[in-house]
């Protein structure tokens, strides 16, 4: 959520779902061209260790950051202020619970003589009907816990705004497959009383406002998110699941709110509320667990330079000192130069047949390109074990694309060191076998492309291979449909209803 101050004031405010902080490279650019005092952002997919200075040092603005302690890469939130509006604590918790997803962060602001609380939240995604219940148990907990903090944020007198994305539906005009079932004449009352929706309607009675409905109540086609695995955004079929709701005392000071559908970056637009002024006073102390004091970006953190000890030395009479830095060597380099000093103290038989075994674990690591190079060579100073011979032998079978040798003589030769010296050239170069009775698969028949696609059925245009990412029996099933990205029905720019199974067309095929 963003919102910007006039004359120390408070009055705008913003929320996007960012899917991911870190693909915006010109992060900084937006935040200010937005010019807004508050900015909640949720999806931030960001841990503190991948967290820059550039993302925290933002000119004119602190910033906080709820980091994800599981399902890293998923979830976190995080809240920017102008020095305007700088809170005066923080919370990452909806009660008593820690948030281990990273999906809260609540501050507190000075209000006059009361308190604006501040509710950032990414509620979890799932679904009454999925086969895997498990996250939309989470997410009933998680608009559980909710509830119970918004009720007593009110109690407390204070004024509340409570934004980000809440991955709830509420109205059947905030979703366009909704409004196509309501078109085709379906009933809607199970979609409209699944356990997400009535819970979020009754966060909504306890005395919150939605900013958006409260100035169109009505009006449709006003979407926040689209999949972007179907193009919906290119007909605008999507869902409005982002939401800034304030509390009944701040309702008459909405001034307007815009949805910034051409804003791109996500799969969600950001939504900004525009407030009348408010009498926001900045703390004179920043919370210390603002991002401007973490060690890393305060430049607080102890540096690498400071483990590593001088070294005296005597240079004709005069003395002198250097700093001792560890000597980077390659792999190979260390484990020959270590296996000659070892070689030298070994003794028994089976000490060596340990070492050589050794010397060719090390040489494994060398670049596939320089094996199979026709001017390398390995040189062998001791007889050959049998590990050796047949790591050899399986070097010389994977050296030829799709080629065996041609007898098991030639790879008895190519396989024999003989305790002097290998080519690669002689191992690679075994031509390859001839005859009507080759058993050996061609080329062409294993790298068999995928088959012409059917048209689809409506507008007559190739159709598209997409595979079920949906946990269920059909996880990993390959299907055909429409090219044209997904839309109103009855529209020539929207995808028709073709659709057929990869594995049936393929047997219509070859009947």
Aim: charged share 25%; net charge positive; aromatic share 6%.
């Amino acid at each position: 959520a963003v919102v910007s101050t006039q004359s120390g004031h408070y009055g705008r405010g913003l929320s996007w779902n960012l899917n991911g902080i870190r693909t915006l490279e010109n992060f900084k650019e937006l935040l200010l061209g937005f010019d807004v005092d508050v900015a909640c952002f949720q999806e931030t997919k960001v841990s503190r260790n991948q967290l820059g200075s550039s993302f925290c040092k933002v000119d004119g603005y602190v910033s906080f950051y709820a980091f994800p302690k599981v399902r890293v890469g998923q979830s976190g939130v995080c809240s920017y202020f102008k020095k305007s509006a700088i809170p005066k604590s923080t919370d990452y918790n909806l009660d008593d619970q820690i948030d281990l997803e990273g999906r809260v962060l609540i501050t507190y602001h000075h209000l006059g003589t009361r308190t604006l609380t501040i509710i950032n939240v990414y509620i979890p995604c799932g679904y009454e009907n999925d086969e895997d219940p498990i996250r939309f148990n989470t997410k009933i907990s998680f608009l559980k816990d909710l509830k119970r903090r918004v009720a007593s944020e009110l109690d407390k007198n204070n004024s509340v705004i409570l934004l980000g994305d809440m991955n709830v539906k509420t109205s059947v005009l905030d979703s366009a497959d909704a409004l196509e079932k309501e078109k085709k004449h379906q009933s809607l009352v199970e979609w409209s009383q699944t356990k997400d929706k009535v819970i979020f309607r009754e966060i909504l009675d306890l005395g919150l406002v939605d900013a958006f409905r409260h100035l169109h109540p009505n009006q449709r086609n006003v979407y926040t998110c689209w999949n972007s695995g179907t193009r919906a955004r290119v007909n605008n079929f999507g869902t409005r699941i982002d939401y800034i709701l304030t509390s009944k005392d701040l309702r008459n000071l909405i001034v307007s709110f815009s949805t910034l559908t051409d804003c791109q970056g996500s799969d969600h637009c950001p939504i900004v509320l525009t407030l009348e002024p408010l009498s926001i006073t900045p703390s004179p102390i920043i919370p210390n667990d603002c991002t401007l004091y973490f060690p890393e970006i305060s430049g607080r953190q102890s540096s690498v330079l400071k483990h590593l000890h001088k070294v005296h030395s005597t240079v004709g009479g005069v003395e002198t000192s250097s700093t001792k830095t560890p000597t980077s060597r390659p792999l190979l380099c260390l484990a020959t130069k270590t296996l000659s000093k070892k070689r030298r103290l070994a003794s028994t038989g089976s000490e060596l047949k340990k070492l050589r075994q050794t010397t060719l674990l090390s040489r494994s690591v060398v670049p596939l390109t320089k094996a199979t190079s026709t001017q390398s060579s390995i040189e062998v100073d001791q007889p050959p074990t049998e590990a050796e011979s047949s790591v050899a032998g399986a070097t010389s079978i994977s050296s030829t694309v799709l080629q065996k040798p041609c007898s098991s003589e030639t790879t008895s030769k190519n396989t024999k060191l003989g305790g002097a010296r290998i080519d690669s050239k002689s191992v690679t170069s075994c031509p390859p076998c001839q005859g009507a009775g080759d058993p050996r698969p061609s080329l062409s028949s294993i790298l068999v492309g995928l088959p012409k696609p059917p048209l689809c059925s409506e507008h007559g245009l190739k159709s598209h291979l997409k595979t079920v990412s949906k946990v269920g029996i059909n996880h990993g099933r390959r299907f055909y449909c429409c090219p044209l990205p997904i839309g109103p029905s009855g529209e020539k720019s929207s995808r028709c209803n073709f659709f057929m199974w990869f594995d049936e067309y393929n047997r219509r095929r070859k009947k």
